[in-house]
């Protein structure tokens, strides 16, 4: 079974990535005839990139939020380009200002989230499109050429997307979402997201600090590797498991970058199509793990960095070694500042699969369709890799292993399906729900409860 949703995903992702790619071609075609310097191109590869993975245009009203404020988020953004560029410290400050605000807004609700998102998009272009001055005045005023780029990566986007959809190249974006109720917060135990959000800045200002001092040339990926690692912060084991393959895959892409972009003596055409080609494979490996990702990111960064000016080799050892520094960093923040812990944030996603999985079977108000449930599972499944990889350490160190309890829950998949369409469930299901979702607190009990839970949902549903 598992290689089956390995290949669907696989399959998905391809799909995907193609869509992508030929969004950021029609952008391209779009943005040559308007600049040709090479930041607005790069600043079309990068958002593409971003809009397509963050779906922030996947309804209505999403497309009408991102039209309105993406480009007041990039003219901000661009300000803030010019200050790291004539006044670093002060552009510094107001970068971290600004990436603090965008996590902080996800406790306000999906829309606060939505802009939160469509407010950091543009701040982390700039970590991957260093502020390049205009040589050559194209027929747009410098301020308004990231607001036209933006809206035409979003509209290919949009319009690449749909119409894969409406041929069915790819599956409409559900929109079914899971709410957890936020914990009560205290001064002195902030929520998960005000803590996620201080541990960004916390970073962030560590690692502007230190690439100003002891890399004043290229600081950007201190940064940006300290902002990778803590993005999307789902505990202190998810942060620590990605700065490691961050580190594995950013060793490896720059030197592929250099053979290629160096070595092989490649034009900057073969350059572009590289760039692309990269971006490809990562979109399409990423399933498979971070660490692909993490490699074909780097490539094409390393690559859009080449054709903006900065030799690859040149800066090829000092780059690997602010990449470890920018990690060290962003894991050294998410463990001892307000640190968020990867088993809670686990039992948590679980509680809320139990949940949706109980409202789906209770036949009194239960929609016939297991979406929530899935969407859930999907959040549980997003905090698997790092548990996965740790999973022989766990058993020695504790007696609980949180990589079993996913595995667990992930077996129920099929059979839940069944019992759904029988539109029944028999009383013993029902217990071992109850009691699976009381385990919760003792976690030397959560196992065994899913376990049983599993059990007896084959049994209601033996063809699954």
Known sequence: MLASITSSRLGRAGL????????????????????????????????????SRSQL?????????????????GLAAAGVGVLLHRFPIVGALVFITGMFVAIWLRRFGPMARRIGSLI????????????????????LPAWLLP???????????????????????????????????????SALRPIASTRMAIQMAVALAVSFAVGYIAFPQHWGWIVLTAFIVNSGNRGR??????????????????????????HLGLDERMQVILILVAAFFGI?????????WALFATVALALLQNLAGVPAARV??????????????????????????????????????LAALAAALDRSSSTGKPDAFFAALHAVEQVAPAFRATRHLAHRVRPEC???????????????????????????????????????????????????????????????
């Open 16 to 51: 995907e990535a193609v869509a992508t790619m030929l969004a950021t071609i029609a952008t391209l075609l779009c943005v040559l005839p308007i600049s040709r310097e090479p930041g607005p191109a790069i600043l079309a590869v990068v958002l593409c990139l971003s809009l």
């Open 120 to 139: 950091a998009l543009p701040f982390v272009t700039l970590l991957m499109v260093p502020y390049i001055p205009p040589r050559h005045p194209g027929p």
């Open 402 to 464: 949180p990589a079993d309890w996913i595995e667990t829950l992930i077996n129920c998949r099929e059979p839940v399906v069944k019992l759904i369409e029988q539109g029944s469930a028999p009383p013993n299901v029902q217990r071992a729900l109850a009691h699976a979702r009381r385990s919760l607190r003792e976690p030397e009990q959560i196992l065994p409860a899913l376990q049983q839970l599993r059990a007896c949902l084959h049994e209601a549903a033996p063809d699954a």
């Open 316 to 353: 090829l050892w000092p780059r690997l070694e602010e990449i470890v520094v920018g990690a060290v960093i962003g894991v050294a923040a998410a463990w001892f500042v307000l640190p968020v812990r990867s088993t809670g944030v686990l039992r948590r996603r679980i509680a809320d699969a």
């Open 57 to 73: 245009d996947r309804n209505r009203r999403g497309r009408i939020e991102a039209f309105l404020v993406l480009p007041a988020v």
């Open 237 to 262: 084991l998810d942060v620590a498991h990605k700065s490691v393959l961050r580190v594995l895959g950013a060793a490896a892409g720059t030197l592929c970058a250099l053979l290629l972009g160096v």
């Open 284 to 292: 399409w490996l990423r399933p498979l793990g971070y660490g692909w």
């Open 147 to 185: 607001i036209v780029i933006g809206w035409l990566a979003l509209c290919w986007v949009h319009l690449v997307h749909a119409l894969a959809q409406a041929l069915r190249l790819l599956p409409p974006v559900s929109h079914t979402a899971v709410v957890a109720a936020p914990a009560p917060e």
